[in-house]
């Protein structure tokens, strides 16, 4: 359920059919009207009403005109304020639901009854609330006095699953009072509301809203696993994570079924990792998986199994393809694949084109579409399955033919000769393209607005219809078959035959009761319309001097009949036409108009009291036959709108205007109401209230700074008088500020980190307003001082800088800033931490630093200017020597030149070193700048160790600098032997050397190596271990940690971890 709140909704029993809406309005009425007929026998018995005609000078007790037409009860839309008894129910006061007891009731008045009833429905009661479901129990409205059927009642319930204000979606609409909702999302607040209903219009309101929040439960059901390599004995999977529905995820389980093909699965990994990789496979074997997930609740159902296959060998010789769908253009060819295949290669030809074989598809799916083939076409296609070891051999060829086309639609029919009331001919032309192939037959369907039906097949090409309707719109379409199929149809011809005149009108009824000038009639269509729709209706009047007058002539169905005289006899009867003529006359209807409406009263009367109230009055006008019992007063607030709205409704002369706006232009209208409606308004009176004091300032923005606060508002509303200045009061200061008519200020020379309280009044030429509400503001702190910048460490291409104690977080930041080449200063670092590394400098080069300090008070300013040097840059290793030319007593050691480093030029030391001696160490026996050197006087059958550095001359006179090392290379001068063995002596003295070199003893820095990494090893072990009892004692804690580390995933540490463990690390390597 994600956006759309679809319930299933589960009840016992079978609801009752219920009637039609008509018929329980109509029972309800009875039940309400026999209610009342009862109480009010009983209260006459006991004297407690008086007549319920009243006499003059009697308030009417029952309903009000107005209330009837504008709301129910006392203090409805578009009533006067009042409490029971004036202009309102009596009943109101004993009981809600209660039928009233003076007076018969309309329809309205019942409907509202009934609804008030309807709304004292109580709250939805909610249990059973888990993860998914719940249970809502409902309980009918509390009414006493009413008798409703249970079995009419229903009820319908929103539910909301985005707030208690949000939209609220209808998720059940019946009469069962236990409702299971279903499929309802895990750790989710719902809001629902009920009301009870018996109608379209019988609808009570809705309670208020009723708040539960299901459980959590079991994760969902996560995707399969995707594999990401695989190998002839490995697979390695990944998958996605799943929804946790209010529950961490403890581990996921995945399963295979060891290559049997069964349904049995064994689990190879649990855990919060989510990927692994499966090892010790069978190569071109199919493994199934599937996944599930797990947390506190419980785990969620397995995923769907899927399959991967292991690498192999190539595969062997496919079967050929076979045809799978065959179509005029296209043909698709289709195979089965093998354990062993992976991808395949379909290759097809063509005959007629000679280019022989072509590929078509390359991929993995078993089955591919050819397109833009030609129709009736023999083509020949072969395959070939190939995977990662290689391809097999081609198929045998299978040949395959397309399908004929189908003929084109033929032309539209046409309509040959005349249309007749009941008959019409149509001929119509063959089509563009036959397909290939010869028509056999056409076929010719007629629609008469009933759907289509085949009156015709045959060969020929016209066709008559008889025995039509007339004035009848029928469609015609045609199509035509061949040895391609039926081809579609046609375009659809339209006739229409000719009508007759319409029959005669009922005689027209009158719609509601006739006023004084003016009766609404209604009628309907004539029986018969001749075939043709009707289209306009002429109604005549028949006055009492037998004068015939036209009062209608169009298309509607009703007309108002106007400019009548009050209480006179009318005659009225309808006539229909369409496009053959008018019909005859209809039979006569007689009505009798009723009373007028008041003449409209003179303008209103208005006398100012304030610059926010007057008093407006009105006389009486001519009543027209009826007493005026009430009038309406009628305002515009507006000058730029032409809507008036109410002001007042009832039998007084006058009203006190309250709450107007001071220059503002009011205007004022009135109406006189009897009993025949309601009369035309009197000409409109203008009003302008006088000028007063401004208005509040209704809010007040704040901007502190250290020693300021800068303010700024809206212009108040100026009631008539422009704004001449504005007073600023501080709460520490004894007289306010007074500020030009601005809307924005900067209040200046306050202390820093102090509270104030401000508030702000307007000033006119009236007076001044009142003050805005009390703004409390307290002032920033001072920004902070540059700390002093030193350098700790100098290198060739890096300066590690340092800044501040560095001993307890002070909640600084520091911004590092360098001088770059274009004399522009750019930030190097930003943080707080108390050193930083600058890299990728050059050597010998002056860099220029600076920084400051900044907090929540701001940005401090920039500390003096520092100037760090680096060093010079040492040569780099060399690669051990090359030995050459060896000879009894002697050799050549060669070796790569190192490159020039700026001005400065190269040296080369070389050392020699005898394995053999006791005397081991090294000796230089060369310095200088050549790239290799003849050792002389060596001794045969003894072992010797080379190895050279590089050395850097300064051409500055600031001293040598030497690179390091180059590994040592082994060698054995050649024995004395006959000179057809020289080759031989060579390769022996490599081999000896190799094998001295092998038992020669570790060196100090292999053995570093070799406690570094066994140092290592026993850090990661205890590392898992510390982990696992840390796991196993912290519970859901350490899982909680777990989890949210790896689903971070290579998330970036927070910034001060990140800086601490820089300082470190620069610590450890200065």
């Known amino acids: 359920m994600e956006d759309d709140l679809d319930q299933e909704i589960n009840y016992g029993g079978a609801s009752p059919p219920l009637n039609s809406t008509d018929d329980r309005q109509l029972k309800v009425r009875n039940r309400v009207r026999k209610k009342q007929q009862l109480q009010r026998r009983s209260n006459a018995n006991d004297g407690y009403y008086p007549n319920n005609h009243p006499g003059p000078g009697t308030r009417s007790m029952g309903p009000s005109r107005r209330n009837r037409g504008g709301g129910p009860g006392p203090g409805g839309p578009g009533g006067a304020p009042g409490g029971p008894g004036v202009n309102g129910d009596l009943s109101m006061v004993h009981n809600m639901c209660s039928p009233p007891e003076n007076g018969p009731m309309n329809v309205e008045e019942e409907n509202s009854l009934i609804t008030q009833c309807l709304s004292t429905m109580p709250l939805p009661k909610v249990t059973n609330v888990e993860a998914r479901t719940s249970v809502i129990q409902l309980s009918p409205p509390e009414y006493d006095s009413l008798e409703l059927d249970l079995s009419d009642l229903k009820y319908e319930l929103l539910l909301s699953d985005k707030g208690r204000d949000a939209k609220y979606k209808s998720v059940f609409c019946g009469d069962a009072t236990e409702i299971t909702l279903k499929d309802l999302k895990p750790v989710t607040v719902y809001h629902l509301k009920v009301c009870a209903v018996l109608s379209e219009e019988l609808k009570g309101a809705l309670t208020d809203p009723v708040s539960f929040q299901t459980l959590s439960c079991e994760p969902e059901i996560p995707a399969p696993p995707k594999l990401i390599n695989k190998t002839k004995t490995s697979l390695s999977f990944r998958w996605n994570a799943v929804c946790e529905n209010g529950s961490k995820i403890t581990s996921y389980l995945l399963e295979y079924d060891q290559g049997l093909g069964e349904d049995s699965f064994t689990e190879v990994y649990s855990g919060l990792e989510r990927q692994y990789k499966l090892t010790r496979l069978t190569a071109s074997t199919k493994y199934l998986f ?389 009369g035309p308004f009197s000409p409109t009176t203008q009003f302008q209230t006088p000028a007063s004091s401004p208005g509040p300032i209704a809010s007040i923005k704040v901007v502190p700074g250290t020693t300021s606060v800068q303010l700024s508002w809206r212009e108040p509303h100026t009631n008539g008088s422009d704004i001449t200045s504005y007073n600023v009061d501080v709460g520490d200061r004894s007289t306010p500020l007074s500020v030009d008519p601005v809307s924005e ?248 050397s190799s094998s001295v070199e092998q038992r020669r003893p570790w060196t100090d820095q292999q053995w570093a190596a070799v406690i570094l990494v066994a140092f290592l090893l026993v850090a990661i072990v205890s590392a898992y271990a510390c982990h696992i009892l840390v796991t196993y004692m912290g519970g859901d804690s350490g899982q909680f940690s777990q989890s949210s580390s790896q689903s971070s995933g290579g998330a970036t540490p927070p910034s001060s971890g990140h800086n601490r463990g820089n300082h470190h690390g620069g610590r450890g390597f200065s």
């Open 290 to 678: 599937r996944l599930a997930a797990l947390n506190v609740c419980g785990k969620s159902p397995y995923s769907e199994p899927v399959g991967f296959y292991t690498n192999g060998l190539a595969p062997d010789q496919p079967q050929p393809p076979v045809l799978s769908e065959q179509f005029v253009y296209a043909l698709t060819m289709a195979w089965e694949k093998r354990p062993n295949d992976e991808e395949f290669s379909l290759q097809m030809e063509d005959e007629a084109t000679g280019h022989g074989f072509m590929p078509v598809y390359n991929g993995s799916n078993l089955s591919y579409m050819v397109r833009n083939l030609k129709r009736n076409t023999k083509y020949k296609f072969r395959l070939s399955a190939k995977n990662d070891e290689g391809s097999s051999k081609w198929s045998a060829v299978k040949c395959v033919k397309t399908l004929p086309e189908r003929p084109h639609p033929p032309s539209k029919p046409q309509i040959k000769g005349k249309i007749n009331p009941y008959s019409f001919r149509i001929t119509w032309d063959p089509p563009n393209d036959s397909g290939g192939t010869e028509i056999t037959k056409y076929i010719v369907e007629l629609d008469d607005s009933q759907g289509y039906d085949t009156v015709y097949e045959g060969s020929e090409r016209e066709h008559t219809f008889e025995q039509l309707t007339p004035g009848h719109t029928y469609r015609i379409r045609v199509a035509c078959y061949s040895e391609g199929g039926r081809s579609d149809f046609s375009d659809c011809c339209v006739a229409t035959t000719l009508p007759v005149v319409p029959g005669q009108c009922h005689a027209p009824k009158l719609h509601g009761k006739p006023k004084a000038t003016s009766l609404h009639l209604k009628w309907g269509k004539p029986d018969y319309d001749g075939g043709a729709p009707v289209t306009s209706f002429t109604a005549q009047m028949i006055s009492a001097d037998n004068t015939k007058r036209e009062v209608f002539r169009g298309h509607d169905q009703c007309c108002i009949v106007a400019e009548l005289l009050p209480g006179r006899s009318y005659l009225f009867q309808v006539q229909a036409f369409n496009r053959a003529g008018a019909g005859p006359w209809s039979e006569l209807l007689e009505v009798v108009t009723g009373a007028g409406v008041p003449e409209a009263p003179r303008a209103p009367q208005v006398n100012c009291r304030s610059p926010h109230s007057a008093l407006v009055s009105w006389e009486v006008p001519f009543h027209n036959g009826a007493k005026v019992t009430e009038h309406r007063l009628e305002w515009q607030q507006r000058a730029d709108t032409a809507e008036f709205t109410q002001l007042y409704m009832g039998p007084n002369l006058s009203f006190d205007a309250k709450g107007l706006t001071p220059a503002s232009i009011y205007t004022f209208r009135v109406q006189a109401i009897n009993s025949a409606g309601a």
């Open 745 to 992: 200020y900067l209040l200046e020379g306050l202390q820093p980190e102090t509270l104030y309280k401000i508030r702000v009044q307007a000033v006119n030429s009236i007076g001044v307003g009142p003050y805005s509400n009390v703004i409390k503001v307290t002032t920033r702190a001072r920004p902070p001082t540059p700390p002093r910048l030193e350098c700790v460490m100098v290198a060739p291409s890096s300066l590690k800088l340092k800044w501040g104690e560095g001993r307890h977080s002070d909640l600084l930041t520091y911004t590092l800033e360098m001088e770059k080449d274009d004399g522009i200063f750019q930030p190097v670092y930003t943080g707080p931490a108390h050193t930083h590394k600058v890299t990728r400098l050059t050597e010998l080069t002056t860099y220029e630093f600076r920084i400051f300090a900044s907090n929540e008070a701001g940005s401090g300013d920039y500390s003096d200017t520092y100037s760090f040097t680096t060093t010079k840059a040492p040569p780099p290793p060399l690669k051990a020597p090359k030995v050459t030319n060896v000879s009894q007593h002697g050799c050549v050691l060669e070796w790569q030149g190192s490159k020039p480093q700026g001005a400065d030029s190269t040296a080369y030391i070389l050392q020699l070193s005898c394995l053999n001696g006791r005397d081991t160490e090294y000796k230089q026996v060369y310095r200088g700048p050549n790239t290799s050197h003849q050792l002389e006087d060596l001794t045969p059958h003894t072992e010797y160790q080379a190895r050279v550095a590089a050395v850097r001359l300064s051409s500055d006179q600031s001293g040598d600098i030497t690179g390091g090392f180059s590994p040592g290379v082994v060698f054995s001068p050649m024995a004395s032997e006959p000179s057809g063995h020289h080759t031989s002596a060579v390769s022996g003295s490599s081999g000896s």
